[in-house]
């Protein structure tokens, strides 16, 4: 079941969602929203793209407006803040390829990192 993709908070964005179409932005990105599902929906006359965590019921859904894109976010994270902060901070490392990632593994949990270039 979707949420009420009119309610949420909005704002504009500088990270449109075709970001995702590249694969190793798509790690990154699955990294601050690992449980988030990506769907497009046609909508209100525009196409949608749409990050659901239904595990938590957070959502974001971004449209294009003019030149630019906006997002309208709800539930208890901001899914599409982090994907932001997270690309904003791999790319201002100077995008390392994914053979600078590190996974590490304890009974504690999972981190992954990544070195600058």
């Known amino acids: ?3 009420d993709l009119d309610d949420g908070d ?3 964005t500088s990270l449109a969602p075709d970001v995702l179409d590249d694969w190793n932005t798509r790690f990154v990105a699955q ?3 690992p449980r988030a599902q990506r769907i497009s929906l046609d909508r209100n006359g ?3 793209h749409v990050l659901l965590d239904v595990s938590t019921g957070a959502w974001a859904s971004l449209a294009q407006e003019g030149d ?3 997002v309208r976010q709800g539930g208890p994270v901001r899914l599409w803040d982090a994907v932001e902060a997270h690309v904003a901070r791999w790319r201002a490392d100077g995008a390392p390829a994914l053979e600078r990632f590190e996974v590490v593994v304890t009974p504690e949990g999972q981190t992954v990192s990544w070195s600058e270039v």
């Open 46 to 48: 525009r196409t949608e």
């Open 1 to 3: 079941m979707l949420p």
């Open 68 to 70: 630019g894109w906006t």
């Open 10 to 12: 909005e704002r504009p």
């Open 31 to 33: 990294l601050a929203a």
